[in-house]
Structures are given as structure tokens and as C-alpha cells.
């Protein structure tokens, strides 16, 4: 594979605002994605969760400003250079024909292969680790019209890691999963991002649960849906006031030892500015 494939990929959102009819749902947004980092977005229903993701992968044009890869904007890139660079599994893809789920996730180093669109051992090799990497090697030769909806997440995923880009973009990777298979797949996104530590990789995620994120993301982008924003380390942006003001219920935190979790509080006239902060 081409060295330029394993480089780091740095996303950078400039002055970006996306719009939703008449609202607004994010306002004049800026900021630095950097390699390494494990960013999970969170907000509200209809936050712009979607619709962030969608712009940053370069399919959908903010209503102002631009997105940038590697310091170029990301719609000058070409469709298949910008598959090399960035990887996107969007939320509810549902399967339109009939295929084992080893030959689903081949699909995706489509990006790698030659002109001829001949497979190589790398190719196959990708496909196999992706596979291993979310517990799904039992299933290879299943159809995946067979599959249940968590199976099916999974392979989305594997499919995802298969295509080797240093971004990874990720729309509810997390639905339909139980807890068990949350924690895996939150396992193996981190470890993939910090395999390499001379070309880190970069993983954006949205996600509902705040408890999982405060676990396993770095960073966090905190979505109200009314054009504001938060932006910095997980455990800065997941507090219980600037939580409980975006989903617009009092949360608190607990703590049992080293361990943290934000719970609605039972108080519902609870102000979020008397909650306690981690």
C-alpha cells in the first residue's frame, strides 16, 4: 500500500454553520480535529449530530464557512483520494443485495485496489483483520441479509477499519448493540486509533451514551441544537451543567471510587449550575 495512505489526516471545521430549515443548529463553528484524538459528539434529538458528520465527510455543504482535510478543502478532494483519507459509516445503512459478510467489508478497499480492481493478500488480509478486530470471523461466510441488526452494525464497522483511512467518521456505531458489544467496539476503535505512534489516527463518533464517552473518548463536541457548542477534553465538555443546559435535564455526577457517572437527577426543578462538577 502507498506510504501517503498511513499519514495522519487532520479535519478542521472553519467557521462552518449548518442550518435546518429555519434553525440554526450549529453557528459560525471552528475548530481542529487532530490525529490521536477519539472525539465523540453528543447532543439532543434533531442537535445536528447528522448533519455535522455529513459535513465534515464532505457530502453535505455547510450553509457557511468550509471543512478542511490536510489543509485542503474537503470537497477539492477527489472522490477516491478522499476515500483513502477518511472513512465514513452513516447511521441506519442498510444492505441492498445479497452478500457474505466477508465480501461486504472487501467493498470498502475498493479505494487501494488497482485499475484493474484486482484484490491483493493485503486486501484480504485487511478484511480478515477488521473482521477478527470486531468478533465477526464465526460469521464470514454468512449472508449478511441474515444478519441482526447489532450484526450487522458490527460489520458496517469492520467494514469501515477495513478501508484503512487515518479518519474515521462514525454516525451511531453504537445503535443497536448491546452493552457488551458497545464496550467491545468502543475497545477497538481506541486501540486502532493509537496503533500507530508515529501516524496516529483520528476517530469522530456520535454517540448518546455520555457514560461510555467519559470513558473512552478523548474529546468531546457537545451539540444544544440552537447554533451553540462545546468543544475540549471529554471530561471538560461532559459535565453535568453544560450537560444538563444541552439536553435540558438536571444531571448530576456520581462517584464510587475512581469511577464517575452522569445521572439525571431526581429533582427535576434541579438547577444545572448547582450541579456538582467532576
Known amino acids: 500500500m502507498n506510504a501517503h495512505v498511513f499519514a495522519s489526516s487532520t479535519l478542521s471545521a472553519q467557521r462552518v454553520t449548518l442550518r435546518?430549515?429555519?434553525r440554526t443548529l450549529l453557528d459560525d463553528f471552528t475548530?481542529?480535529?487532530?490525529?490521536g484524538e477519539v472525539w465523540c459528539i453528543a447532543g439532543p434529538n434533531g442537535?445536528?449530530?447528522t448533519t455535522l458528520i455529513s459535513a465534515l465527510a464532505g457530502l453535505l455543504e455547510p450553509a457557511g464557512g468550509h471543512v478542511e482535510l490536510d489543509g485542503t478543502r474537503v470537497t477539492a478532494w477527489s472522490?477516491?483520494?478522499l476515500a483513502q483519507r477518511r472513512a465514513l459509516m452513516p447511521?441506519?445503512?442498510?444492505?441492498a443485495f445479497s452478500a457474505s459478510v466477508f465480501e461486504m467489508v472487501m467493498l470498502n478497499r475498493f479505494p487501494h485496489l488497482d485499475g484493474w480492481g484486482w484484490e491483493r493478500a493485503e486486501d484480504r488480509a485487511a478484511a480478515h483483520a477488521a473482521l477478527d478486530t470486531l468478533g465477526l470471523t464465526s460469521l464470514k461466510t454468512r449472508d449478511v441479509l441474515s444478519l441482526s441488526g447489532g450484526e450487522r452494525q458490527r460489520v458496517a464497522l469492520a467494514a469501515a477499519l477495513c478501508q484503512d483511512a487515518p479518519l474515521l467518521l462514525l454516525d451511531e456505531p453504537l445503535s443497536h448493540l448491546d452493552l457488551h458489544h458497545q464496550i467491545d467496539c468502543l475497545e477497538a476503535l481506541t486501540a486502532w486509533a493509537r496503533q500507530s505512534q508515529h501516524s496516529p489516527r483520528s476517530v469522530i463518533f456520535s454517540c448518546h451514551d455520555?457514560?461510555?464517552?467519559r470513558r473512552f473518548a478523548t474529546h468531546a463536541l457537545l451539540l444544544d441544537?440552537?447554533?451553540d457548542a462545546h468543544a475540549g477534553p471529554v471530561r471538560d465538555v461532559f459535565t453535568p451543567a453544560l450537560a444538563s443546559r444541552a439536553f435540558g435535564y438536571p444531571l448530576i455526577l456520581i462517584r464510587d471510587g475512581e469511577h464517575e457517572a452522569l445521572i439525571p437527577s431526581t429533582q427535576r426543578d434541579t438547577s444545572p449550575s448547582s450541579s456538582r462538577q467532576p
Open 20 to 22: 435546518a430549515g429555519a
Open 79 to 81: 472522490p477516491a483520494r
Open 225 to 227: 441544537g440552537n447554533g
Open 31 to 35: 475548530h481542529t480535529f487532530h490525529p
Open 210 to 213: 455520555l457514560n461510555l464517552a
Open 91 to 95: 447511521q441506519g445503512e442498510r444492505d
Open 47 to 49: 442537535a445536528g449530530k
